[in-house]
């Protein structure tokens, strides 16, 4: 229940993450190849994820206790259960007081910044008066969610005793960084991949010419989406990073859906549907291999076959409902995001 929670579900939430920055700025630097002028917000698909996060959250449950466990049966093994932890400690309870008390003080700054009209509010779009559209607190986002991370670890830390100054939370931060090399070389080669098909135009000429294809072949638009989701799921069994696969399929899908009329921000949710149900069964999740040592602990003879067989009715489950969630959703016109 709590891989597929984690994985099957892996690219919605019910806030904003790092992840869908990186992804929202693939999808721009794709939309760009066709419209300079146009791009998508960060929270362009928030509706969407903070409704699939809801629903496939009761799905996997139903999944879990309806066929999952059931296929399972009693549990007669040697594995003992852990007892009940032990409560919190002195330091840590202050720890947490400090933490509420500090995300109080920063809830409060930031709603003094926003909430008055301009010119007070200054986090506010200076020319309409907005929050959601070209507004420093749209645009600062990511940064804020940090800085509220930021401040919330450190006054615990002060409060519980593990941080005893500024320079150890400098250290902290040092070595989180240190941990994120991989993903700074990735996202160099990702910009890199995009500045090379942007430079050749095979993103536009593709485009052009799967969407001439497209065109002449009557499936409409919930076609479009059933077929997307299904490349996307395929191709995720291969290549399971889904920042990395984005940024393939972004200069190429983008275009085509915007040269037949389609609104970036329902191909990026797609992405979503078809990327994430795939990440419990495919072989090549290395948390995969995490989830076999954990059957290992309880059946010694468990192996990949072993989860994917108990893995795949979240697959196919939430690939079908999803989707048809999507198709719905599209059908009636509800906005995907606030932007």
Do not use: H
């Amino acid at each position: 229940a709590g891989f597929s929670g984690v994985a099957a579900v892996f690219l919605v939430n019910l806030f904003v993450t790092p992840t869908d920055a990186l992804l929202t700025e693939v999808t721009n630097d794709a939309i760009r190849t066709v419209n300079p002028n146009l791009q998508i917000t960060l929270v362009g698909n928030l509706y969407f994820m903070i409704v699939s996060s809801i629903l496939m959250a009761i799905i996997c449950t139903v999944i879990t206790e309806r066929f999952v466990e059931p296929r399972l049966g009693p549990y007669a093994g040697d594995v003992k259960l852990e007892e009940g932890q032990e409560e919190l400690s002195e330091s840590q309870q202050r720890g947490l007081r400090y933490a509420g008390w500090a995300f109080l003080a920063f809830v409060l700054i930031v709603a003094a910044l926003t909430a008055p009209p301009v010119p007070m509010g200054i986090l506010r779009n200076q020319t309409t008066g907005g929050i959601m559209s070209g507004s420093p607190f749209m645009s600062a986002l990511i940064v804020l969610i940090s800085l509220l991370f930021l401040v919330l670890g450190y006054a615990y830390g002060r409060g519980a005793g593990t941080i005893e100054n500024a320079t150890a939370a400098i250290g902290l931060v040092t070595k989180t960084w240190s941990n994120l090399a991989g993903m700074i070389f990735l996202l160099f080669v990702i910009a890199n991949f995009i500045a090379f098909f942007n430079w050749t135009n095979l993103a536009t000429v593709m485009a052009v010419n799967l969407a001439d294809f497209l065109k002449n072949v009557p499936i409409g638009a919930t076609g479009y989406i059933i077929l997307f989701v299904i490349v996307v799921a395929l191709i995720d069994v291969i290549l399971t990073g889904a920042l990395a696969k984005w940024a393939i399929l972004a200069p190429v899908f983008i275009p085509l859906f915007m040269r037949l009329g389609g609104d970036p921000n329902l191909v990026l949710a797609a992405y979503r549907v078809g990327d994430s149900p795939m990440n419990v069964i495919t072989p090549l999740n290395v948390y995969l291999a995490v989830m076999v040592g954990f059957a290992q602990k309880y059946v010694k003879d468990a192996g990949i076959g072993t989860i994917v067989a108990l893995m795949l009715p979240y697959t196919v489950v939430l690939l079908v409902l999803w989707t048809l969630l999507l198709i719905v959703w599209n059908l009636f016109g509800i906005p995907l995001g606030p932007g």
